[in-house]
């Protein structure tokens, strides 16, 4: 091997290494990265232990590889530099060489190296973020210690089922925080996928089998832009794969269970005249597809609507107002590409709904609550 | 025959074309076809960031923005990466080796029309009541319920261009082992011809897969089979499978020949040999055997378990090591060397960076749980246009400017190749880094629109602004072509002036029957050695002039595929039109009659003399 | 060199297949070609065990109720059979004794046709029990994957036959010898096909 070249190559890693602070280099990372991204729905602003671990996992893949990267440049920078033809002259044939052994061993024992300090936490998260095995745990009465959540995706929308506590939702998650929640994942129709990005990681619905794994919840969303955390659909699943979008009301144990309570026990009620005109309209129209009642077990054919005027969206994506909700119910297609809630006419023996109608089912669908 | 530079008509060079079984006119082809592609699916490109510049835009549908994007992906991939590669390798690799032409010229060209119309029949589906849309991927449940033919036609037009490109496969694999010239050993071959080796080898493999998962496809959707729905007992996990068997290889497939387009192009403007050139072909054969072992670190999120996720997860940061070598091999034949930095090593230069950054972000999402994150979102996005433009569409724009007086024997502008470089280097950067912390910062990749104040909308504009760089880039080139073509100055060989291999060596325009005396190799990068050692004939030479043996042109192929374009119509309106079964038979009959033909009718080829050689002067 | 001229058994190589680029090249292609062929097959029966005794819920059919192995019994030894022909036809053909290939050549399509003959009758029988191709996911990954074979049979069978006739007159030389020797090469790794699918789908089938 050329020696002036081995004396350069050297002297580059000697300054790349120099240079190269490991912990300054995370703690800017760390700066950098959490800066990028809203609270309720980045993947930098880890809102519990899971998103936290993956989170971590980042800063420590980012932190190798930039270093990789770094040593890369130095090199480059400095072949670039010293090796360009206007400096070694036109006529110049450089050596050939063939090669250097210890440079290979070089070059890829570290990397192996490198790479093992990477693939040791990965395979431990790999398994404790796959243990599902305390979502069976019984107390001394038998009853399930943690809450599971049933999670069935559809065309394009989230039905939430809580089997252990005899509640079903839709579009909303509720959860409670500080503790391991877990999930059954299923598809009903074409595959999908869960993700909290703030939550941690996703898992695909598949629609022949249950993917089970669980989130952990740090805060109460209700300090959040909209006092939620949000929910993707990440696998592709039709026209509106974009919209197929949910929500994550996270609550402290004591608010969870009185939650869960109120989602049993409220009836839906129609206060006033006018939603009372929109009750009679929703009973003939879309109770046949839509439950009123929290209570109950998951397969509706459209989202349960008990908590309705809770809510965050119309829809999922569009904002919750009596002006949108009467925009979605008028014309579905039109805003969400490919679902199967039927347009009016096939609900309104064959008409549209009037102004008056949307009006009164609006009324009566924003006092479905069992928060107020 | 004697006689190459007769002027024709246009009638005479079309049927030229149409049956030419010459290596050198094929590559040409594969060059045209895989350009008018990569336009197409560039301006399907522009769509998407024309539709995402802006939060809920409504510039294209929802329905429609998927076809856009199922469209961009598979025409990107199998209609312009892979056809422009395969056009290099046919024109590039037989004079690497110093063979006559490759080992089956009749099924080179049958490839190539099995590639051509298997495209023309996707891209039918524009104007047959829509495209494809359940992503490149077409994951089974998605494209099982996609109503419309588009995904019969994705099915039916990949099926019969992969099957150009599985004959291709094994065409190159016979070429380098059986037509090396004498002296030729495995360990002298130049590195691109070791990528198309190896490459051709994973096509070999990995087409399979593909080619049952769609087979699958077709008999679900057309022929009443049940393998992917579950109400029958079918299971759509086996099409991510066979999918990604075939998904992950092909990736190497399309980055392995970059990587030696690369590899010779550091060699010639740094005046220096490979450095590390065993480590080279060792790191190409490793990488090419983990490619088929790591299939399913694209199926993280599916739910195969920890055990099978921690393992793939570590096989894949595996593939990180020989790929590292590789990049310090090059830097290291760069270092020591007398830089020239032409076009062509412009865009080596901007490779490394581009590509590394690519290989790091790969390793990241190889860690399992942090994939749980990123898969699926804009950061996959990004990654992957990092290691595929800032990898190979770099290497297919550098080998455009380094074997175009190879091939047409001109020189493109050098100003205007170098402002291509800029303003695609620049423009891509822009597009995709970016795109790594939209991803970070949780939104999925595959959606039409966004909402507003998710935190994306500035991002997604300035990664829009990038794209229009990337376009202005490829103008430039388009018009770089043009002039070039007019001006039409030949520039004979050894243009690069510091060629070291056979390419090289040979007489510009390059006669159809390539070297007139097999050359001898004495080492590598036999034409360096030859130029060092003063020899002013070019090379030394392996034999004495003789008569050379020739295979005669063929229509065949074309007919064969045109049989097999007809049957696809047969096949995608089975069950709705009468006349689909009468028109499937009638396509195959075509085919299989055709092929009976070929294979009943002698066809010796015939030789062209010593004494007819000796009065050409070899095309110079 | 003349690729019509006509050798004697003195002159004839040892291995005729291999002399010529062409038959070299074919050669090796074709070994390749089967490479790539094993895959696809190992594809479908990676997907046949996926998706055996799979069906809509209560669906009666299983690989027990369904198969009789003296019947496939009987075609493999056919096939078998049909494989070690067409290696005395490949002997002769070494020994430069035409009209013995030929002849050898002939009893394995004939062979091949009994093979195909109670193929037929097999599937036939299965979907006159209503075990069709769209029953379930069962009877799709069945048919296809011993179907495909059954394609390959027929494949075989035609190439055979085309050659026995093409060539009848004409004896032997340089130029057919690649195409008889890769037609007899498919014609084993059809065999060596269905003895895995005989294996894997009957006996695993009906036993394990």
């Known amino acids: 091997m050329n020696t002036t070249m081995k004396e350069g190559f050297d002297l580059a890693m000697m300054k790349g290494l120099k240079k190269w602070r490991l912990f300054s280099l995370l703690a800017a990372l760390t700066i950098f990265l959490s800066g990028c991204g809203e609270e309720y729905l980045s993947t930098l602003t880890p809102a519990g232990q899971v998103g936290r671990d993956q989170f971590n996992l980042l800063l420590l893949a980012s932190a190798i590889m930039t270093f990789v990267v770094i040593v890369v440049v130095i090199i480059y920078v400095l072949a670039l530099v010293k090796f360009r033809r206007k400096k070694v002259g036109e006529n110049v044939i450089p050596k050939q060489v063939e090669g250097s052994h210890t440079l290979e061993v070089i070059w890829t024992v570290i990397p192996i190296l490198l790479l093992i300090v990477l693939a040791v936490p990965t395979v431990i998260y790999t398994y404790k973020h796959a243990d599902v095995a305390a979502m069976d745990h019984v107390d001394a009465d038998g009853n399930k210690t943690a809450v599971t959540v049933n999670v069935t995706a559809k065309l394009y929308w989230w039905e939430f089922e809580y089997p252990d506590l005899g509640v079903v939702t839709a579009q909303e998650l509720v959860v409670p925080t500080g503790e391991k929640v877990y999930f059954n994942l299923k598809a009903a129709d074409v595959k999908h996928s869960f993700w909290i990005p703030a939550a941690g990681g996703k898992m695909d619905t598949n629609v022949e089998n249950v993917n089970q794994f669980y989130l952990e919840f740090d805060k109460e969303s209700a300090g959040l832009k909209d006092g939620v955390f949000y929910g993707k659909c990440a696998e592709l699943c039709g026209p509106s794969h974009a919209l197929m979008d949910f929500k994550v009301k996270t609550l402290n144990r004591d608010d969870f269970n009185a939650w869960v309570e109120a989602a049993k026990t409220t009836e839906a009620v129609a206060d006033g005249e006018l939603a009372t005109q929109g009750e009679e309209i929703f009973n003939t129209s879309c109770i046949a597809c839509h439950a009123t009642s929290a209570a109950g077990t998951a397969g509706g054919v459209g989202p349960n609507l008990a908590t309705f005027g809770d809510r965050n969206r119309v829809a999922g994506f569009m904002d919750h107002t009596e002006e949108d909700l009467k925009n979605w119910i008028s014309d579905p297609q039109k805003y969400k590409p490919g679902n199967l809630m039927p347009q009016p006419k096939q609900l309104n023996n064959g008409e549209e709904f009037s102004e008056e109608q949307l009006d009164a089912l609006a009324e009566y669908l924003m006092g479905l609550s069992i928060e107020k | ?620 | 060199m003349d690729l019509n001229k006509k050798y004697t058994p003195q002159t004839w190589p040892d291995h005729p297949e291999q002399v010529t680029m062409e038959g070299k090249n074919k050669f090796l292609g074709f070994w390749l070609f089967l490479g790539g062929e094993t895959v696809l097959f190992a594809s479908l029966f990676a997907t046949y065990l996926a998706l055996k005794n799979k069906g809509p819920s209560g669906m009666e059919f299983s690989t027990q109720s369904l198969f009789e192995l003296p019947l496939v019994f009987v075609m493999t030894m056919i096939l078998l059979t049909s494989s070690l022909t067409s290696v005395y036809a490949m002997y002769h053909m070494k020994n430069h004794n035409f009209k013995g290939m030929q002849l050898w050549l002939g009893i394995t399509v004939v062979l091949g046709l009994a093979f195909l003959a109670l193929e037929i009758y097999e599937f036939n029988h299965y979907v006159h029990l209503g075990f069709n191709y769209s029953q379930s996911a069962f009877s799709s990954a069945f048919f296809t994957l011993v179907g495909t074979h059954g394609l390959h049979v027929v494949v075989g069978l035609v190439w055979i036959t085309l050659l026995i006739v093409r060539n009848a007159k004409r004896g032997f030389s340089l130029y057919n010898a690649p195409k008889y020797y890769t037609a007899s090469l498919y014609w084993h790794f059809i065999d060596v096909v269905w003895v895995f699918i005989f294996t894997v789908v009957y006996l695993m089938g009906v036993v394990g």
């Open chain 2, 1 to 620: 025959m004697s006689s190459i530079a007769q002027k024709k008509g246009f009638g005479a060079t079309l049927w030229d074309y149409l049956t030419t079984v010459d290596h050198k006119k094929i590559a040409v082809m594969y060059l045209i076809a895989g350009g008018l592609f990569f336009v197409i699916g560039g301006i399907e490109a522009m769509l998407i960031r024309i539709q995402l510049a802006k939060p809920d835009n409504d510039f294209v549908s929802a329905g429609l923005f998927n076809e856009i994007i199922t469209m961009h992906g598979t025409t990107m991939i199998f209609l312009a990466a892979m056809p422009i590669l395969f056009g290099f390798m046919n024109a590039v690799m037989p004079l690497q080796i110093g063979a006559r032409d490759v080992a089956f010229p009749f099924l080179n060209s049958l490839g190539f029309w099995l590639f051509l119309f298997g495209g023309l029949f996707l891209n039918l589906s524009w104007f047959m009541g829509g495209a494809p849309d359940a992503g490149w991927t077409s994951y089974a449940s998605l494209s099982l319920a996609s109503p419309g033919h588009g995904i019969d036609f994705y099915a039916i037009g990949l099926q019969i261009a992969g099957a150009g490109t599985y004959i291709g496969g094994i065409n190159f694999l016979v070429t380098i082992i059986n037509m090396r010239a004498p002296g030729m050993t495995y360990m002298r071959m130049p590195l691109f011809t070791w990528t198309t080796f190896v490459a051709s080898a994973l096509i070999l493999f990995a087409f399979p897969p593909l080619t049952i998962g769609l087979f699958f496809l077709i008999l679900d959707r057309m022929f009443g089979g049940n393998f992917f729905d579950h109400t029958m007992g079918g299971n759509t996990i086996i099409w991510e499978h066979l999918f990604w068997i075939f998904g992950h290889p092909e990736v190497y497939i399309l980055i392995l020949p970059a990587f030696g387009i690369f590899s010779e192009i550091f060699t010639i403007f740094s005046r220096k040999r490979l450095f590390g050139y065993s480590s080279m072909v060792f790191a190409t054969v490793l990488i090419g055997f983990l490619g088929f072992m790591v299939w399913a670190h694209h199926m993280f999120t599916v739910g195969l378990g920890p055990t099978a996720n921690a393992i793939f997860a570590v096989a894949t940061m595996a593939i990180a090591v020989p790929t590292g070598m590789k990049i310090f091999n090059w830097l290291l034949t760069m270092w020591g060397g007398s830089i020239k930095v032409t076009t062509p090593m412009l865009y080596a230069l901007g490779f490394i960076p581009s590509f590394v950054a690519g290989g790091v972000t790969g390793v990241m999402q190889g860690a399992a749980p942090l994939d749980y994150q990123l898969h699926d979102s804009y950061f996959i996005v990004a990654h992957f246009h990092y290691v595929i433009v800032g990898g190979v569409v770099l290497a297919i724009l550098a080998a455009v400017h380094l074997y175009w007086p190879l091939m047409f024997n001109q020189m493109l502008s050098e100003k205007l190749g170098k402002w291509t470089f800029w303003f695609f280097f620049i423009g891509f950067h822009l597009t995709f880094f970016i795109q790594h912390f939209l991803g970070l910062m949780g939104m999925p990749r595959r959606v039409f629109t966004f909402r507003a104040d998710q935190g994306w909308d500035l991002f997604n504009l300035i990664s829009s602004v990038g794209a229009a760089f990337m376009a202005i880039g490829v103008i430039i080139l388009v018009y770089n072509i043009i002039v070039t073509a007019v001006r039409n100055e030949p520039v004979g060989n050894d243009p690069w002036e510091d060629g070291r291999t056979l390419e090289w060596a040979i007489p510009q325009p390059v006669p159809f029957y390539n070297f007139r005396q097999t050359p001898l190799v004495r080492g590598l990068d036999p034409f360096w050695i030859e130029k060092q050692e003063g020899n002013k004939e070019g090379m030394t030479y392996a034999e004495p002039l003789s008569d050379i043996h020739m295979p005669n042109n063929s229509f065949i192929p074309f007919v064969m595929t045109v049989g097999l374009f007809i049957a696809g119509f047969g096949a995608l309106y089975h069950g709705e039109k009468e006349w689909s079964i009468p028109v499937l038979v009638l396509g195959f009959a075509i085919t299989f009659g055709s092929m009976a033909v070929r294979s009943l009718k002698d066809d010796h080829g015939f030789h062209i003399h010593k004494e007819d050689l000796m009065n050409e002067k070899g095309g110079k």
